[in-house]
């Protein structure tokens, strides 16, 4: 039970990753706030984990908006871990790309991790093993065309992450940032088209795409005191895909996306 006592905040908790880190986080015994601007999805998650017997509870929260997120964090009365997860990835070139959706981009990935550490900073200087993660991505130095919001502002995280994490050691607040490839609940199942499927596949050194968990266990990893002395980190948790992106050149289905200039993301 690593996080036995402890509290945990996170954002982007209604679905994917941030749901995954919340669940994993109640297995360790931690009790966890789970937060997202979808409020029934969110609600359902926390319900499901008291269900199963950990400790969660919701709050609506939406990360852009300084007086929500000062709101939310003026309710906790404690708060150990600070999981900053929620953000959004439009693709698009530069030259289509409209400022509209850039300042959004930066204002949900990036602005979020300055409010809610600005506002956590208070309650985490209480704690006596404070933590906090930010969720970046291996597009901050492994980039594909068609994503320029989304990877000046992960590449932003990571140099956040190291500034704070040299600003506040001294507090023994710990900051650290996770970089993780692309990732989904369950490997691919037997619907998919093979050949699509080999193509995914040939990426991955390790033979298979992440999954969520793998991104919730290197989050516990980092919140908990087994990574005491890990401080200003980026960890990549991509299978060692990022190691041979070269042969991404050899995807056709790549080639022909930069090719053509077409770069909306396959799910």
Known sequence: ?????????????????????????????????????????????????????????????????????????????????????????????LAHISLEDWNRTLAVNLTSVFLCCKY?????????????????????????????????SKGAIV?????????????????NCISPGLTQKEQPGEGMDPQKRDILLDCYPLGRIGEYKDVANAALFLASELSAFVNGVDLVVDGGMSLQSVSALLRPDLRKRWKSGTYKLEK
């Open 1 to 93: 039970m690593l996080l036995q006592g402890k509290t945990a905040l996170i954002t982007g908790a209604a679905k994917g990753i941030g749901r995954a880190i919340a669940e994993r986080f109640a297995d360790e015994g931690g009790r966890v706030i789970v937060t997202d601007v979808l409020s029934d999805e969110g609600a359902a998650v926390a319900s499901r984990i008291v269900r199963n017997g950990g400790m969660a509870e919701f709050a609506a929260l939406d990360v852009t908006d300084e007086a929500t997120v000062a709101n939310v964090f003026s309710g906790i009365p404690q708060l150990d871990i600070l999981i900053n997860n929620a953000g959004i990835t439009p693709s698009g070139s």
């Open 120 to 152: 956590a900073l208070p309650l985490l200087q209480c704690s006596g093993a404070p933590s906090i993660v930010n969720m970046s991505s291996i597009n901050s130095f492994d980039l594909n065309p068609g994503l320029p919001a989304y990877a000046a």
């Open 159 to 175: 140099s956040l992450t190291q500034q704070l994490a040299v600003e506040y050691g001294a507090q023994r607040i710990r900051v």
